[in-house]
């Protein structure tokens, strides 16, 4: 493969990425641009290698009983044919990566914000309402379908913001949101694909990330600063998507 240090970047992605419940969409396309792979498989490769990080979180969470449905539903039933919706839109190469440059941006500063966790249940808004999640689902599914992302690196700080719950239930929230949401944007992209793919190098990626989110689920516990790493990525990701919108707004 000649990108061979991409499958590097992958794997260390899918270590951090895993190891705090997440994806890792956002910084898969970040690398993915900086190396100008054909934007045609960008968000293919970004979605997929979001299922294989965050699917055995997600279980685990389940099986923890982490995921409060009663207020996750009203996030995901929206969100869900939104990205299906954003997935099957056609986009020029140009309009793409304004898009994506934008989005990143975007994602870094959210990524940089440092916001007060509630810390127990007499910190969070017990009053659920269902139009600002569904709302929030929905705008947030549609951009990520578009853009090639599971849409946690939004949700999660919005919710930790909004004092939606607490962290451990927050983290659930976003684990099953990438999921659902990473899982209904391929199912768009692949109903409106154009071009040949090149599923070798997708395979070998989609490796890379699986064997970092083995070892990143194994060593969670070990507790990365997430402070620290989130800022690391937000400056990876900002990078990138200044010289995507410079490249391709011809600044």
Request: overall charge positive.
């Amino acid at each position: 493969m000649q990108y061979w240090e991409v499958l590097v970047l992958f794997l260390a992605i899918a270590v951090v990425y895993s190891s705090v419940g997440f994806g890792g969409g956002s910084s898969y396309l970040a690398i993915l641009a900086l190396y100008t792979f054909p934007f045609q498989e960008m968000k293919l490769i970004a979605l997929i290698c979001n299922i294989i990080v965050v699917t055995g979180g997600t279980v685990i969470f389940i099986r923890h009983k982490q995921v409060d449905w009663k207020k996750v539903i009203p996030l995901v039933v929206v969100s869900v044919p939104m990205a299906f919706i954003g997935a099957r839109m056609k986009l020029s190469q140009d309009t793409f990566f304004v898009i994506l440059g934008c989005t990143l941006i975007i994602a870094a500063i959210l990524l940089w914000i440092k916001y007060r966790y509630v810390t127990d249940e007499t910190g969070v808004t017990h009053k659920s309402n269902y139009l600002r999640d569904g709302l929030l689902g929905g705008a947030i599914g549609f951009l990520s379908g578009m853009v090639g992302i599971g849409g946690g690196i939004f949700l999660s700080p919005i919710l930790n913001l909004i004092k939606w719950d607490v962290p451990k239930k927050i983290a659930a929230t976003a684990s099953l949101f990438i999921l659902v949401n990473s899982i209904s944007g391929i199912a768009g992209q692949l109903s409106a694909v154009q071009g040949n793919m090149d599923y070798t190098r997708i395979g070998l990626l989609c490796a890379a990330v699986f064997v970092g989110g083995q070892i990143g689920s194994r060593i969670g516990a070990l507790k990365f600063n997430q402070l620290l790493v989130r800022r690391m990525t937000a400056v990876v990701v900002c990078a990138a998507g200044v010289e995507v919108l410079v490249k391709h707004l011809h600044l």
